[in-house]
């Protein structure tokens, strides 16, 4: 038995796992925004748009979908027909790789625009992982490089 696919279809899985980010919610903190001061501003929602929020592409999909397509094309015939195989195994496993990739790294979000008490609109996008509406009085938390909306 050759255990050779099995154990790159396992490298694989976990290259692509390592690249998996959290979301930018309003609810995710990383350990380095723990116990640092925020400023704190209160609004009220005017409007919540959906939007799709998009991490960019490592290049892990294509590379670990190249490889896996490579190796389960060798596994087909022998001399210059797996040496076909593998190349075209190769490209569709890059292909699909890619695509798969791609779909991994989009998350739904909003767009949700705050008039702050000061009467100034801003316009902070994130996860769609708390529902926001229009009329609702919110907080707007801020580090100085992000900002986050919660209730």
Request: glycine share 16%.
């Amino acid at each position: 038995m050759n255990t050779t696919f099995p154990l790159a279809a396992l490298l694989a899985a976990g290259l692509l796992a390592g690249c998996a980010t959290p979301p930018p919610s309003g609810s995710v903190y990383r350990y380095g925004q723990t116990q640092n001061e925020q400023v704190v501003r209160m609004g009220t929602v005017e409007s919540v748009r959906n939007v799709t929020i998009v991490n960019p592409e490592s290049g892990v999909g294509t590379m670990g979908g190249a490889a896996l397509g490579g190796i389960a094309g060798s596994q087909i015939g022998h001399g210059s027909g797996s040496a076909a195989a593998s190349v075209a195994g190769a490209i569709a496993g890059g292909l699909l790789g890619n695509r798969v990739e791609a779909n991994a790294n989009q998350r739904p979000g909003f767009e949700i625009t705050v008039r702050l008490d000061s009467g100034e609109l801003r316009a902070i996008t994130q996860a769609a992982d708390e529902m926001f509406r229009p009329g609702e009085r919110v907080r707007l938390l801020s580090d100085g490089y992000q900002t986050r909306v919660t209730h």
